[in-house]
């Protein structure tokens, strides 16, 4: 990819960061995030990235970054929603009060943000010659890993919304894909004791498959994950979900 305008959340760690690095030198990146550290450290490592402050989860903060979005470059050629988080799940154990905090926060972050933000990105991406919006869900989308239910069910939701926004925008001739990663070695997935891809190949296979044009990327483990789900989900639901999980 050349000369694009991209936009990233949550570009300035694990894959984010690693997509970043792929991308920064043939095109113009602008990263969304929430942290003042995270962004200077992003700025240290990637001066050629621009940043912008913001949370995903503040309607008031996306607004303010597509307008200044659009004030320095006047459209984006792809949109990669990216950020994300997860929080383990003990629905016998975890107080009612921390399971409340923690779905509505997933809900916001994995959920309702990449639709707001695609919905408010829509102008500018209509002004591109090829415009992509990018939805990073997960493999647990297809199958979900019992101590990660409401994470796995908030991926879930946008994975099923992301295929209505691929069919309703194709007639504007707006890509919609989406990337189903498998486990990453991020801060994300630091508890996993399984193999984890690093981020920078997830990032180099992500791109090469947007480079060749696939719109669902099933990535590493994803793969079987995915046939396992169809042919015989109740297998698949074991083998994630040994003993103690
Ligand atoms: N790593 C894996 O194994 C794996 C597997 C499947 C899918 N994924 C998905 O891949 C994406 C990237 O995750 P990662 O593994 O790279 O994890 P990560 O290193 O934790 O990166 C996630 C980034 O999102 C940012 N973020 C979270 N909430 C935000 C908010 N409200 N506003 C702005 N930024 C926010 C985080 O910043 P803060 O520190 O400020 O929260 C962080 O920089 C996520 O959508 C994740 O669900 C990851």
Redesign the pocket.
């Known amino acids: 990819m050349k000369n694009k305008i991209v936009v990233i959340?949550?570009g300035?760690?694990?894959?984010?960061i690693a997509i970043v690095k792929q991308l920064m030198n043939d095109n113009k990146v602008v990263s969304?995030?929430?942290?003042d550290a995270?962004i200077t450290a992003l700025k240290a490592a990637c001066p050629k990235v621009e940043s912008i402050k913001?949370?995903?989860?503040s309607n008031t903060d996306l607004t303010n970054a597509i307008a200044h979005i659009e004030k320095l470059h006047g459209k984006i050629d792809v949109l990669i929603n990216?950020?994300?988080?997860?929080s383990n799940f003990d629905f016998v154990n975890s107080p009612e009060s921390k399971l409340a905090e923690d779905v509505t926060m997933e809900m916001a972050?994995?959920y309702t943000?990449p639709i707001l933000l695609s919905k408010k990105a829509m102008p500018l991406l209509k002004k591109s010659s090829e415009p992509i919006i990018v939805i990073?869900?997960?493999?647990?989308a297809y199958v979900p890993m019992a101590f990660l239910g409401t994470y796995c069910a908030s991926?879930a939701a946008i994975h099923f919304v992301t295929m209505s926004i691929r069919h309703q925008v194709a007639a504007l001739k707006i890509r919609v894909v989406e990337v189903l990663?498998?486990?990453?070695d991020?801060?994300?997935?630091k508890d996993?004791t399984i193999a984890?891809m690093p981020?920078d190949k997830f990032a180099k296979i992500f791109l090469d498959k947007l480079a060749k044009g696939e719109d669902i990327m099933n990535i590493g483990q994803t793969a079987s994950l995915e046939k396992f789900s169809r042919f015989l989900p109740k297998t698949a639901f074991k083998m994630l979900n040994k003993a103690g999980n």
Do not use: E, W
């Open positions: 959340t949550g300035a760690t694990g894959i984010g969304l995030d929430r942290s995270k913001a949370d995903v989860t990216n950020a994300g988080k997860g972050i994995n943000a990073i869900s997960s493999g647990l991926k990663p498998p486990v990453v991020t801060d994300l997935s996993a984890k981020a």
